[in-house]
């Protein structure tokens, strides 16, 4: 059983096969492949995916020098969002289920500022969400 961060639960529904690496991708693959067959542990703090990023230090975030802090509110948002918490199990097709109604607040607050973007529009799932957000 994969676990996954807040914002992990709410992005990975718009991955396309892109990462930093071949190792990050692999490894993205399998969690999103355990994932949507079973359930999903809750994570508080590095996850999973977290596992093969080149920039995960000491399971911290150091992709930039606030990256870790800013990452623990977007967690708590996406929780607080999806409706969700720490430590509890959640299946994939429910969590998806779930984005239509909170999406619009989640990309007012992260999707326009996301180095992850470009990859969130080739997701034709993200362009309905975000189409709908917009309107």
């Known amino acids: 059983?994969?676990?996954?961060?807040?914002h992990h639960l709410v992005?990975?529904?718009?991955?396309r096969g892109e990462g930093y690496d071949r190792s990050f991708i692999e490894n993205l693959n399998s969690v999103i492949k355990m994932a949507e067959l079973g359930e999903i542990t809750v994570?508080?703090?590095?996850?999973?995916?977290?596992?093969?990023?080149?920039?995960?230090?000491?399971?911290?975030?150091?992709y930039t020098e606030d990256a870790e802090e800013e990452i623990k509110?977007?967690?708590?948002?996406a929780l607080e969002l999806l409706g969700t918490?720490?430590?509890?199990?959640?299946k994939w097709n429910q969590l998806r289920k779930t984005l239509p109604e909170m999406f619009?607040?989640?990309a007012a607050l992260?999707?326009?500022?996301?180095?992850?973007?470009?990859?969130c529009l080739k997701s034709p799932f993200y362009k309905d969400l975000i189409r709908e957000?917009?309107?």
């Open 104 to 106: 619009s607040k989640w």
């Open 73 to 77: 509110k977007m967690d708590k948002v």
């Open 133 to 135: 957000a917009l309107c």
């Open 43 to 62: 994570a508080e703090g590095a996850d999973d995916v977290c596992a093969c990023c080149p920039y995960l230090r000491n399971r911290k975030c150091m």
């Open 1 to 6: 059983m994969p676990s996954l961060r807040g």
């Open 110 to 119: 992260y999707c326009s500022d996301c180095h992850w973007r470009e990859a």
């Open 85 to 90: 918490e720490v430590g509890e199990k959640v």
């Open 11 to 15: 992005c990975l529904h718009f991955y």
